[in-house]
């Protein structure tokens, strides 16, 4: 069964218990974005986002650090229990990502990577525990989702990536595409925290898996 992590980017940030309450029996884990106004256009970080999510429940917070400078805050957020930190190679570089490896080894979180529409996928060993693909180029929600990103799932599925999640203009269409390619985990903002029923929309994205 497929997984679903709710983006707090699309979440009124005002309102972020009753909006974490509103859909927290029925998702399993949050997705919390993090963004420098350089590598995406747009500027947001807020570790109380962290914080209070965690507080306000125990299913699984990733963190996806859009960044070039991730390691400005990676110890910051281990400290926070997150599950998964999720970096992109193209911003981080070789050499920070060992360093980021070997701090999270022994916590309770684990390193991710994410790639951009244009970006290539790495299939090392240690890229291929878990693998984020951009659908749509990071920093807004609401955008159209990017075909090509299917290309991608089935070439990590090929190359023995352990877990595959895709990220970007998710909706019931979409969805069924891209569990066929392979993916395993589903990130939707936009199409849960503005449907009328979001309940019905998570349950949606749920049945997805059983069409593919």
């Given at each position: 069964m497929v997984q679903i992590f709710a983006s707090l980017l699309a979440a009124d940030k005002n309102n972020l218990e009753k909006e974490i309450d509103s859909v927290e029996p029925f998702i399993d884990g949050f997705h919390i974005d993090f963004m420098d106004g350089l590598f995406v256009s747009e500027k947001?970080?807020?570790?109380?986002?962290?914080?209070?999510t965690w507080l306000r429940t125990r299913k699984p917070i990733e963190v996806h650090l859009m960044m070039y400078k991730p390691e400005m805050h990676f110890e910051e957020l281990l400290n926070e229990g997150v599950e998964r930190i999720i970096v992109h190679y193209e911003a981080a570089g070789f050499n920070a990502i060992y360093?980021?490896?070997?701090?999270?080894?022994?916590?309770?979180s684990s390193l991710a990577f994410a790639y951009n529409p244009s970006s290539k996928i790495r299939h090392?060993?240690?890229?291929?525990?878990?693998?984020?693909?951009?659908?749509?180029?990071?920093?807004?929600?609401g955008q159209k989702f990017?075909?090509?990103?299917?290309?991608?799932?089935?070439?990590?599925r090929?190359?023995?990536?352990?877990?595959i999640s895709v990220?970007?203009?998710i909706n019931e269409k979409t969805a069924k595409a891209v569990l066929k390619a392979g993916a395993d985990i589903l990130v939707a903002g936009s199409y849960i925290f503005n449907a009328k029923d979001r309940i019905e929309a998570i349950?949606?994205?749920?049945?997805?898996s059983l069409e593919k």
């Open positions: 947001f970080y807020d570790i109380s986002i962290v914080k209070r360093s980021f490896e070997k701090l999270a080894s022994g916590t309770c090392e060993s240690i890229y291929r525990s878990y693998t984020q693909i951009m659908t749509v180029n990071p920093g807004k929600c990017d075909r090509k990103g299917l290309k991608k799932i089935k070439e990590c090929k190359y023995g990536h352990s877990c990220d970007g203009g349950e949606i994205l749920r049945e997805c």
